[in-house]
């Protein structure tokens, strides 16, 4: 029975590729493909056209309505994320003090806004005071807790004083927002926080051109510190997922494609398998860079989600391998942990728990929900073992994955209902604790472990997730100690029992581990990624001439 469903389901999602059937959000055959493929005119070496599945909505990066990918192009960090660790970037170099309470950093000096404007040390103060009188919004981020002054030594010097150690410190320094710079005559009445005049930053393109829910215009920094970058021009096009992206993509009217901020799928796999069979497109993929989970909400008391047991059956009655290979052709790998191994302090000797039916079934019966001869619902007390599972409606994936665990659940006697909603919906519910389950996916590479876990106390993130179960304020006092120690070793072990207790309490319910998929013409070179999964190096791309 198992397998047939999925072999419908996985039928479904071949023909919408070939038919435009089923869902509706993928379309064209390879034949097709390779018609429209002729009829593509020939990319111009200066212009990269990109689909976003959302308008970028503010270019503020002091707030969190905008994108990560077109904030990242137009604004830059005193260092960077790299896969080597953290770099310079608008610092050039730094001194840490011994107490871990202060850090000064020496700003390089050719720099400017795309205004004309300097930076320097006063611009460094203006954006963090300005950030900082902003605290509540900012509150997700912890070094916004322990930052208690920025002073301007010099001109291009500036020291920033914490309340107390803080290592994660340069980590969120690097990050694509709050902490980047704007130039200070884009503030309003000295303040950032209800909007901007204009969006000058340090980096590689300028915003030239903003039609809401149609495009966004960027032009190459001719005068960037970096250099001028080969492609002159960037267009990001605002494109429904699936299909339109699709036809879009054959008909040249894009001709790059990437996963957007909320790891929204622009096409399936299939769809991509397709484009590159025509020979005018490659396929680029990141290494891991996240883990994609099902969030379990341990506060619910009304629902069965609260219970320990029913969770953990959640996690075993699912099987990770099939979601890998049938719906993402092997793209993503199963994941078994919160955190891939990559992931630094992530590397920990968990208990085992994979794809087990049966101790599934034993662990739902042995915390008393029984399955009555004849029915499909397990019960106890008189409730049924029912729960809803949100998605993102514009993930094709999401969806083809709810319907298969929705599958894999009812073969354990437990019913899930399936809601799909806007992405901005669903993070509402996160952030109310307004859910039993939903979809999300940890912060990456750049982020983690320290930004996600600390998120497990943040009432805007998985306070809701975290609170309900037996060891919380054991868990909320090592993630509070764990930030503020000076020692590795001491860091390593609190990471652990950290790690231990949620993979204990299956709140975070792993599936696959995601990362960047970029589908882009076969003449792009230089294509990358950066540590985040939320930004593309572009500066660093060029066609073959």
Same mark, same amino acid.
């Given at each position: 029975?198992?397998?047939?469903?999925?072999?419908?389901?996985?039928?479904?999602?071949?023909?919408?590729?070939?038919?435009?059937?089923?869902?509706?959000?993928?379309?064209?055959?390879?034949?097709?493909?390779?018609?429209?493929?002729?009829?593509?005119?020939?990319?111009?070496?200066?212009?990269? +056209?990109?689909?976003?599945?959302?308008?970028?909505?503010?270019?503020?990066?002091?707030?969190?309505?905008?994108?990560?990918?077109?904030?990242?192009?137009?604004?830059?960090?005193? %260092?960077?994320?790299?896969?080597?660790?953290?770099?310079?970037?608008?610092?050039?170099?730094?001194?840490?003090?011994?107490?871990?309470?202060?850090?000064?950093?020496?700003?390089?000096?050719?720099?400017?806004?795309?205004? &004309?404007?300097?930076?320097?040390?006063?611009?460094?103060?203006?954006?963090?005071?300005?950030?900082?009188?902003?605290?509540?919004?900012?509150?997700?981020?912890?070094?916004?807790?322990?930052?208690?002054?920025?002073? #301007?030594? !010099?001109?291009?010097?500036?020291?920033?004083?914490?309340?107390?150690?803080?290592?994660?410190?340069?980590?969120?320094?690097? /990050?694509?927002?709050?902490?980047?710079?704007?130039?200070?005559?884009?503030?309003? !009445?000295?303040?950032?926080?209800?909007?901007?005049?204009?969006?000058?930053?340090?980096?590689?393109?300028?915003?030239?051109?903003?039609? #809401?829910?149609?495009?966004?215009?960027?032009?190459?920094?001719?005068?960037?510190?970096?250099?001028?970058?080969?492609?002159?021009?960037?267009?990001?096009?605002?494109?429904?997922?699936?299909?339109?992206?699709?036809?879009?993509?054959?008909?040249?009217?894009?001709?790059?494609?990437?996963?957007? !901020?909320?790891?929204?799928?622009?096409?399936?796999?299939?769809?991509?398998?397709?484009?590159?069979?025509?020979?005018?497109?490659?396929? %680029?993929?990141?290494?891991?860079?996240?883990?994609?989970?099902? #969030?379990?909400?341990?506060?619910?008391?009304?629902?069965?989600?609260?219970?320990?047991? %029913?969770?953990?059956?959640?996690? $075993?009655?699912?099987?990770?391998?099939?979601?890998?290979?049938?719906?993402?052709?092997?793209?993503?790998?199963?994941?078994?942990?919160? /955190?891939?191994?990559?992931?630094?302090?992530?590397?920990?000797?968990?208990?085992?728990?994979?794809?087990?039916?049966?101790?599934?079934?034993?662990?739902?019966?042995?915390?008393?929900?029984? *399955?009555?001869?004849?029915?499909?619902?397990?019960?106890?007390?008189?409730?049924? *073992?029912?729960?809803?599972?949100?998605?993102?409606?514009?993930?094709?994936? $999401?969806?083809?994955?709810?319907?298969?665990?929705?599958?894999?659940?009812?073969?354990?006697?437990?019913?899930?209902?399936?809601? &799909?909603?806007?992405?901005?919906?669903?993070?509402?519910?996160?952030?109310?604790?307004?859910?039993?389950? =939903?979809?999300?996916?940890?912060?990456?590479?750049?982020?983690?472990?320290?930004?996600?876990?600390?998120?497990?106390?943040?009432?805007?993130?998985?306070?809701?997730?975290?609170?309900?179960?037996?060891?919380?304020?054991? =868990?909320?006092?090592?993630?509070?100690?764990?930030? +503020?120690?000076? !020692?590795?070793?001491?860091?390593?072990?609190?990471?652990?029992?950290?790690?231990?207790? %949620?993979?204990?309490?299956?709140?975070?319910?792993?599936?696959?581990?995601?990362?960047?998929?970029?589908?882009?013409?076969?003449?792009?070179?230089?294509?990358?990624?950066? $540590?985040?999964?939320?930004?593309?190096?572009?500066?660093?791309?060029?066609?073959?001439?």
């Amino acid at each position: 029975m198992r397998k047939s469903w999925f072999t419908l389901i996985a039928g479904c999602m071949v023909l919408a590729v070939m038919l435009g059937g089923c869902s509706g959000t993928q379309a064209g055959s390879k034949e097709a493909t390779n018609e429209a493929a002729h009829e593509t005119p020939q990319e111009s070496p200066q212009e990269l +056209v990109y689909a976003a599945a959302k308008d970028l909505i503010d270019m503020n990066p002091h707030v969190y309505a905008g994108s990560n990918s077109a904030q990242g192009m137009v604004y830059e960090s005193l %260092v960077e994320h790299t896969e080597e660790g953290i770099k310079p970037l608008l610092a050039e170099s730094w001194e840490i003090s011994g107490d871990g309470k202060s850090y000064t950093f020496h700003l390089r000096k050719d720099v400017n806004f795309h205004d &004309g404007e300097p930076f320097n040390a006063e611009a460094v103060k203006l954006n963090i005071d300005a950030v900082q009188r902003n605290a509540k919004k900012h509150a997700w981020i912890k070094l916004s807790t322990k930052l208690t002054d920025v002073l #301007v030594i !010099d001109t291009h010097t500036v020291e920033l004083v914490l309340s107390e150690p803080y290592y994660p410190t340069l980590n969120e320094l690097s /990050f694509t927002r709050p902490y980047v710079f704007v130039s200070p005559r884009n503030f309003i !009445d000295g303040e950032t926080k209800d909007g901007l005049n204009g969006y000058s930053g340090t980096g590689p393109y300028k915003l030239v051109e903003h039609k #809401v829910d149609q495009q966004a215009v960027f032009e190459a920094n001719e005068a960037y510190w970096g250099g001028s970058p080969a492609i002159k021009k960037i267009t990001g096009k605002v494109l429904p997922a699936g299909e339109t992206t699709f036809l879009a993509l054959q008909k040249g009217e894009v001709n790059f494609v990437f996963t957007d !901020d909320r790891g929204t799928d622009s096409i399936d796999v299939d769809a991509m398998t397709n484009l590159t069979d025509a020979g005018d497109y490659q396929i %680029v993929r990141s290494k891991p860079m996240n883990t994609k989970m099902i #969030v379990a909400n341990s506060s619910q008391t009304n629902s069965p989600v609260h219970e320990r047991a %029913v969770r953990q059956a959640i996690w $075993q009655a699912i099987d990770r391998e099939t979601i890998s290979k049938q719906i993402f052709s092997g793209t993503e790998p199963a994941a078994y942990t919160l /955190f891939s191994s990559n992931v630094k302090y992530a590397d920990v000797d968990l208990p085992q728990r994979g794809y087990d039916p049966e101790a599934a079934r034993k662990l739902l019966e042995e915390a008393g929900w029984k *399955l009555a001869n004849g029915q499909e619902v397990r019960t106890k007390n008189g409730s049924k *073992l029912t729960m809803k599972l949100y998605y993102d409606a514009n993930s094709s994936s $999401q969806k083809t994955q709810a319907e298969f665990i929705q599958h894999e659940l009812k073969e354990i006697g437990m019913r899930l209902e399936l809601v &799909g909603e806007e992405s901005t919906s669903v993070a509402k519910r996160r952030s109310a604790g307004d859910y039993e389950l =939903l979809f999300n996916q940890t912060w990456g590479l750049a982020y983690d472990p320290q930004s996600t876990i600390a998120a497990f106390t943040s009432e805007s993130s998985y306070l809701h997730t975290t609170k309900g179960i037996a060891r919380a304020d054991e =868990l909320y006092d090592k993630i509070a100690d764990v930030t +503020v120690s000076m !020692d590795e070793t001491t860091r390593k072990s609190l990471y652990a029992d950290i790690l231990n207790i %949620v993979h204990e309490e299956a709140v975070f319910i792993p599936l696959t581990n995601g990362g960047v998929t970029i589908v882009a013409p076969q003449s792009l070179q230089g294509i990358g990624f950066k $540590q985040t999964q939320y930004e593309l190096p572009f500066e660093k791309m060029n066609f073959n001439p």
